[in-house]
């Protein structure tokens, strides 16, 4: 770790996960993370207002924890990242005001990252820089997409995406129709280890010839197996919990998996990287370890706790903004609910120098923008 890395800190607020990491180029100092899960379980799903009032009321304290975390101060740092989008806007609102705040009192440029591509980003702290072109295949409670992306920072190019569910929401919904509570990937994963993924037979969603090659669709999967349960429940029969985690969880990771081996091979690339909340699941990751060694792929999976939403991502991500040199986002940067993925991160207007915390513009901008 060279002292004239980029020290960034970085604020993720998409979904529930209140996350603030610290890196230095490449190496991880600090990851504060506050969730608000416990609250959202009892509705069976994120309720976006409760979301955003618990972002509002950790921020401070979980950026306080990552700087004493990471030995820093505020003033030490040379750049804020933020995620910008995509996500949900209430809670993006209040990563990107706190983020627009902070490096306007501590005149510090502000970089307005994408969500997607700090996933890609973040395993440049486990497994070092990224190989350009990289593949991607990102699974979560909200996307399931293959990106390749030859430049994080400026290039990222969606080959398919879902359809309809992500395969974290269809996690979430059959773990819903089993009873086994919220967030349902986790108690799905620990469940299908004691059962037989080959007992009952569900769909494997657009995998015929004539389907998108690299689009996933969970959509049929989800209404078939919870359509098998219903039918089990009817002739008062006793559902097998365990073989229908099994048996769905296989179906799920069988499609991403094929799918995303399948690019790899189309592009010519020969690694992959799997990020995302899902590519905690260790079904996931055994299977694709084992159809990327067959194919010759080196395969490249985040440890989990870097896999779900975190602050270490977004600060991957604007560290290497910083490092090649990439324009600053303004302090008119607002939340963009629908960021699309092609857009790695928000430049501002080229006001013909550098960084934006150079004093006298950021005193250009009028503080009425500043909660915009």
């Known amino acids: 770790m060279a002292a004239d890395e980029p020290l960034v ?108 591509a700090s996933h890609i980003c973040v395993d440049q702290l486990e497994h070092g820089p990224l190989p350009e072109p990289t593949m991607a295949l990102l699974v979560s409670g909200g996307h399931s997409s293959l990106l390749l992306a030859p430049d994080i920072t400026s290039d990222v190019r969606p080959l398919g995406a879902t359809i309809d569910d992500a395969a974290g929401e269809a996690f979430d919904k059959i773990a819903r129709v089993l009873n086994l509570g919220f967030p349902g ?7 299908a280890k004691e059962g037989d993924p080959a007992s009952i037979a569900f769909p494997r969603g657009l995998t015929g010839p004539r389907d998108a090659p690299y689009d996933f669709s969970f959509s049929g999967l989800k209404t078939s197996v919870a359509r098998w349960i219903e039918a089990k429940r009817a002739a008062g029969e006793e559902v097998p919990v365990r073989d229908v985690a099994a048996s769905f969880q296989e179906a799920v990771v069988d499609v991403l998996t094929r799918k995303a081996v399948r690019a790899c091979k189309d592009e010519g690339v020969d690694h992959l990287m799997i990020g995302g909340g899902v590519a905690a699941n260790s079904r996931l ?20 706790g870097l896999c779900t939403d975190n602050g270490a991502m977004v600060a991957a991500l604007g560290a290497e903004m910083v490092a090649r040199n990439r324009r600053p986002s303004d302090l008119e940067l607002s939340a963009d609910s629908s960021l699309p993925v092609t857009e790695p991160h928000v430049p501002g207007a080229d006001h013909g120098h550098g960084h934006s915390h150079d004093h006298d513009h950021v005193h250009e901008i009028s503080k009425d923008n500043l909660y915009s």
């Open 9 to 116: 800190l970085g604020i993720e607020t998409s979904c529930d996960e209140t996350g603030v990491g610290i890196v230095r180029g490449t190496t991880l100092l600090a990851d504060a993370v506050a969730s608000s899960v416990d609250t959202h379980a009892r509705f069976g799903g994120v309720v976006p207002e409760i979301a955003s009032r618990a972002h509002l009321e950790a921020m401070v304290p979980t950026i306080e924890r990552a700087l004493k975390e990471a030995g820093v101060s505020a003033r030490d740092l040379d750049g804020i990242a933020v995620t910008s989008g995509p996500g949900l806007a209430g809670a993006l609102l209040v990563g990107v005001s706190a983020a627009k705040a902070y490096a306007y009192a501590l005149g510090k440029p502000l970089y307005g990252v994408n969500h997607l």
């Open 185 to 191: 990937g986790p108690v799905i994963d620990r469940l």
């Open 285 to 304: 990751r055994a299977l694709a370890q084992e159809r990327c060694e067959r194919a010759g792929i080196r395969l490249r999976v985040p440890r989990p």
